[in-house]
């Protein structure tokens, strides 16, 4: 059992930053294919943000890239979202995603989500 731990969400007004951090708990016998970032806004679907593989390959939404930078520190296993120049459309619950391979099983693990708030 992989448990997702979320920060750094808040209140932000448009323009300005912020840093969401994921550290991933128990399961330290799986491998990690792959981390990231996904968001749900109020009447919309959620949607991939940004992805990042454990060979370090990214994978960004096309509508946040050139913005915000998926990033991994391996040695002590948490994600980051580094989130610049938020729009009010950025307003959504991120969700920590991480798949996982026990080798015989692939799996994916949530956060509980973390809200960030743009203001206009």
């Known amino acids: 059992q992989v448990q997702l731990d979320e920060s750094g969400g808040g209140l932000v007004q448009a323009g300005g930053s912020l840093r969401l951090s994921c550290a991933a708990s128990?399961?330290?016998?799986?491998?990690?294919?792959?981390m990231g970032w996904y968001r749900q806004a109020p009447g919309k679907q959620r949607e991939l943000v940004a992805l990042?593989?454990?060979?370090?390959?990214?994978n960004y939404a096309d509508s946040v890239k050139g913005r915000f930078t998926i990033s991994r520190d391996y040695a002590i296993n948490p994600v980051y979202l580094q989130m610049n120049s938020l729009t009010p459309d950025d307003t959504a619950v991120y969700l920590c995603n991480v798949r996982a391979y026990s080798g015989t099983i692939w799996s994916d693990y949530w956060g509980q989500g973390t809200q960030v708030t743009v203001s206009s």
């Open positions: 128990g399961g330290s016998a799986f491998r990690i294919v792959s």
């Open positions: 990042i593989t454990a060979g370090g390959s990214t």
